[in-house]
């Protein structure tokens, strides 16, 4: 399948893999801001561009249902990701967010917003380079303007309008092969709700399984077993960024978090993300951390359920605390709060909890990708301490 635009894009190329003598770094250097082109790239004439303000609820209802209808859903179309609207306004207003990366199209009759694309500012350490990113998110094209060839002019947008940031680099991830990922993951699904998932089609009956068995073999203690465990508070950010800091410096490929984006991203927030830490009741020490966010997906097309409540992993922190302990009690607190199922990447040092804690392997993958910087070899999932939303 030819990649037409990636292939003109200064990414990993496909033909350049396993070619050592390309150094590891950014593939073009910075250009002057007076020669990033000043105007909008153009549109089909029946559009025009829009600056989603999300601080706007009119807009933000806008973005919201423009996803809930058209954004992605999984390999067999039975389920497609409905993002709430505090998630969204909490994942596109961190600290230093531009305004004007939250980009939509508009039919230019109707006013109808009909595409969307976004990114957020960050500093990724790749190796031991802290690096300026933008967080590419949330491109979504109305499935009635599908192979309209909306989305690389969309791209090369939210590209032009980072650059005049002066930002050169970049983070995404997809569900499919472009040129080329850094790091291809498994997702994994922890049954928290095996008869609903069942029903829903999520999950399928074990062989030799009765309901009232695989209802059992998923069941969870009641509360978490680990001494200290409590929800994280703001007193705690200074804790938890050293904790989390240092932890994640042992990964190829990381965010680096000062307290402001602690308190931003990981603060718990209703309906959008928890924080758990271990706090010794002996010394009062902080000694691990556990978080998850909140991403529903509508169900499509069933008669008794309309939503499926699912956590997604997000950065979890074990110095002292066992992470399969960690995570299970992370585990008990999601079915408490409700949630259908837990997932997770094998990102991280997750790999040897998902077999241990009952997750079944997801039917996809998920590539990480950087624009315009080149990681010399891809890295194995272990190495990335990246998630994102
Ligand atoms: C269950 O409802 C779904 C609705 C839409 C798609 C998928 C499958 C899928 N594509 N899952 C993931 O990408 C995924 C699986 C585990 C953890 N994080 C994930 O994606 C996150 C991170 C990337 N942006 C979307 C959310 C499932």
């Known amino acids: 399948k030819t990649h037409k635009f990636w292939e003109s894009q200064p ?19 910075p250009t002057l801001l007076s020669e990033v082109k000043q105007e909008p790239y153009n549109l089909p004439s029946q559009y025009e561009w829009t600056t989603c303000d999300m601080e706007s609820d009119e ?38 967010y531009y305004r004007n990366w939250h980009i939509g199209v508009r039919a230019k009759t109707s006013k109808k917003l009909v595409a969307f694309i976004t990114g957020v500012p960050a500093r990724i350490r790749v190796r031991d380079e802290v690096v300026k990113m ?35 680099q970049a983070a995404y991830t997809a569900g499919v092969v472009l040129p080329t990922p850094i790091t ?33 073999l998923y069941k969870l203690p009641d509360s978490p077993a680990t001494p200290g465990f409590r929800n994280m508070e703001l007193r705690d950010v200074p804790a938890v ?19 402001n984006d602690v308190e931003h991203w990981l603060l718990p927030t209703e309906n959008v993300v928890d924080s758990y830490l271990v706090e010794s009741p002996e010394t009062h020490e902080i000694t691990d951390f556990c978080s998850f966010y909140t991403l529903p997906s509508s169900i499509l097309g069933n008669q008794n359920h309309s939503t499926l409540k699912a956590a997604y992993s997000y950065y979890n922190v074990s110095m002292k605390t066992p992470l399969l302990q960690l995570m299970n009690d992370a585990l008990i607190v999601a079915k408490q709060k409700d949630f259908d199922v837990f997932n997770a990447l094998d990102v991280m040092h997750n790999e040897p909890f998902l ?24 890295l194995r999932p272990s190495e990335l301490g990246l998630v994102l939303l």
């Open 184 to 216: 291809t993951c498994q997702y994994w699904h922890r049954s928290l709700n095996p008869k609903k998932l069942i029903d829903v089609g999520f999950s399928r009956l074990g062989a030799r399984m009765t309901m009232s068995r695989t209802i059992k």
């Open 355 to 378: 077999k241990e804690l009952k997750f079944g392997p997801g039917d996809g993958q998920l590539h990480y990708y950087l624009y315009n910087y080149r990681i010399r070899h891809a």
């Open 241 to 259: 960024t050293r904790l989390l800091r240092n932890y994640l410096s042992q990964f190829v490929v990381a965010p680096d978090f000062d307290e």
């Open 59 to 96: 807009t933000c209802v806008e973005v919201y249902n423009l996803l809930k209808n058209n954004y992605v859903e999984d390999d067999e179309n039975m389920f497609r990701f409905n993002y709430s609207q505090e998630f969204l306004t909490w994942a596109l207003r961190p600290p230093g």
């Open 11 to 29: 990414v990993g190329q496909f033909k350049d893999i396993g070619d050592s003598n390309l150094p590891e770094g950014p593939i073009e250097p």
């Open 134 to 168: 933008a967080e590419i998110n949330f491109l979504c094209v109305h499935k009635k303007l599908r192979s309209k060839r909306l989305a690389p002019v969309m791209i090369k947008e939210v590209t032009r309008r980072v650059h005049l940031e002066n930002i050169w």
